[in-house]
């Protein structure tokens, strides 16, 4: 048999129904036994146990208010004290029915008088339907006369200090309809009062929904916008069509578009925005119109410079290339006809230093020249002037201007024909003895200069 102190500790906590301690009389008591346990005898309260811990450690509730601010817990002198705070106590959540705690007041059984404001009353004894509340001083409240009268409220008043009933004015381009219980307040844009100012914001002519108009009279004409932001612009009552250009004109008028302001009258000049840095300058084309299906002609292209007035002088043409710059070249001047549809050629180029190159075709005088029978004066207007002798005929000739040519052709031979030119270089007259004979002249500097000649005799 071992000793004891060899025996292995039993600790509590491994304590089970086979450990037993022997007694006399041949019996044993089981351990478990020793230990307590815990029970609550009233019937539905709480228990103040938690529970038991290694079979003898008791573990306890602790006590807690869950109303902090109506019930108080405190220990004094071992005992732990539950303490009423009336403070806390909210009446209005107790049941009045049976506590009678005083949680309202029977304004018509429990108060005599009338309730003043400074009470939350109202001060006044009556009041009539369709009157408002207002203050009407300090401290004091009044009531309005009714509000039968259709879209009246209550407007501040700065003169009197209390507010005043009233309708709504209607001022310029607003229209205010009063109705029972509403206020319809429309904006009326048929005619402005003043200038429409529109800030930052858009005139949106919703494209999409239709065709809108900026117009004179209200009508279908004036200016219009598409969703793309192309502009057209015409009159009486035009036929919008599909838009393909940034502006597009319009309408019966023969005149399209007039430039000028007599008010600030001066010269006027349409020109391409100039090319940003280090790119060049665009092109401006001016196209006339394409014809129509049907063999169709094309619209000409007319430039025409201002009449005169009295005896003022016609304004001129100018038709002027771009200079050289520095170091570059200046632009030509070119004349093309076209045979394709965009494809143009050259027929007549000025170099800038002002020579006349005819690179295509030939140059011809298709006007009608003059026809002379008989003695009398060669003319300056036409370029070619035909003599017809109706025996020995005399003509004459009066000086041109620097640089002008003259050519004359003797076409009827009934006697001689004697051309005396007012100042002729080298010579005195011209004589035209027969058909086919001809003399091409220059005026330079004050004299006509024999350029060619062909039968004739010079003397």
Known sequence: MSEVANWPVLSKSSLDTTHYVPVTGKKKFQLLQLLPSLTTVGAGGENIYDSITFGNQLNMKGLKSATPTMLGLATNLGNVEFSILPAGIDLNACDNSTSQFLKSVGLASDVTGILS??????????????????????????ATSAMNVNGQILIGNAVSGVPSLANITAGANITVTNGPGTIQIAANL???????????????????????????????????????GRVFIGDLLPTLPSLTSQLTLGGASTTAVSIGNQASYGDRKLKVVDAPGSVNGADLTIEGAAGGSGNQNGGDLNIFAGEPSGVGTGGSVTIRTGSSGAGGTAGQLNFQVSKAPGVGTNVLVIDPDGNMDVPNGYVKYTQTPQGLAGAGAVNLTTQITYIYTTGANAFTLADGVQGQTKQIVMRQDLGDGTLTPTNLAGAT????????????LMFLDGEWHIMGYYGVTIA
């Open 117 to 142: 404001v400074a009470n939350g009353g109202t001060g006044l004894a009556t009041i009539a339907q369709g009157q408002l509340l207002y203050a009407s001083a300090a401290d004091t409240l009044s």
């Open 429 to 440: 007259t011209i004589t035209f003895n027969d058909v086919g004979d001809t003399v091409s």
């Open 190 to 228: 048929g005619a402005l009062a003043a200038t429409l100012d529109t800030d930052i914001y858009n005139i949106d002519l919703n494209a999409a929904a239709g065709t809108s108009w900026i117009t004179g009279n209200g009508t279908s004409q004036g200016i219009t916008v598409d969703a793309t």
